[in-house]
């Protein structure tokens, strides 16, 4: 249902240009005339919460001056959770603006979202829930999240799932499973690692009487060593085995 708001900077006004050419022995000659309207109506409408359409609407009664859509336009683009908008003049006195908020795919570095373009936004509208956790340095973000829906196809029949996936100033990339369980697979041969991982976690789930998984390394040449956790008196201990050979690798 479209909302329309009373302007209530009644003053704003939006110069209609038009312009007409007329050939004449061959020169082109512009002409030029000009009429003013008000607007009176301002729409803002798409899949928003009603904070989000609130402070749009703030925004447009802000402004000095309504009678730049192209201006209107970036000026709402520029707000970060917002990632497209589309802004039409509706005669005779609206101007309906579309707003097409982000989507977040997961959080970033504990204070922010990011989206499936590997773009970062912050809102204080959005509430992610049971979004993963990526990680990396300013500038990655596009890397970050290309690993992120690599992995994310590559586990889908495996029963690991990303949780956080980490990538650190090395370029050496870890993640870890929804089951608790972490993989580091280094900053080389990522798919080649990955495809070994899976391999071996394949073989454990086949065997019986396997103590619980902490960790999988997947940074060896032929290898995968896996970190077992077993149960203390209050405490956890691990240890460590190289498996080889005995998983076809």
Do not use: C
């Not at 007329?22 to 899949?47: D, H, K, P, T, Y």
């Not at 290309?146 to 870890?174: C, I, M, T, W």
């Not at 077992?228 to 956890?236: I, R």
């Amino acid at each position: 249902m479209m909302r329309r708001l009373y302007q209530l900077l009644g003053q704003h006004k939006i110069l209609i240009v038009v312009f007409t050419s007329i050939a004449m022995s061959g020169s082109l000659v512009m002409g030029l005339s000009e009429s003013e309207r008000q607007v009176n109506f301002i729409s803002v409408n798409g899949e928003l919460s009603s904070s989000e359409k609130s402070q749009v609407e703030r925004l447009l009664a802000s402004r000095q001056s309504l009678s730049n859509i192209d201006d209107i336009k970036k000026d709402i683009e520029a707000v970060g959770w917002i990632h497209t908008a589309n802004v039409t003049l509706h005669w005779p006195d609206e101007i309906a603006v579309w707003v097409v908020p982000e989507v977040a795919i997961a959080y970033w570095n504990d204070d922010a979202f990011i989206n499936n373009e590997g773009i970062v936004f912050e809102s204080d509208y959005y509430v992610g829930g049971e979004l993963p956790q990526l990680y990396g340095p300013a500038g990655k973000e596009k890397v970050v999240m290309g690993h992120y829906q690599k992995l994310s196809r590559a586990l889908v029949k495996s029963g690991h799932f990303v949780d956080v996936l980490v990538l650190n100033e090395r370029g050496s990339l870890e993640f870890g499973s929804k089951n608790g369980v972490r993989v580091a697979l280094g900053n080389v041969d990522i798919e080649q690692r990955l495809q070994r991982f899976l391999r071996v976690s394949r073989e454990i789930d086949s065997m019986v009487n396997v103590p619980q998984i902490k960790k999988f390394d997947a940074r060896y040449m032929n290898g995968v060593a896996i970190d077992f956790v077993e149960e203390g008196e209050g405490f956890e201990v691990s240890k460590t085995n190289k498996l080889q050979g005995e998983v076809n690798l």
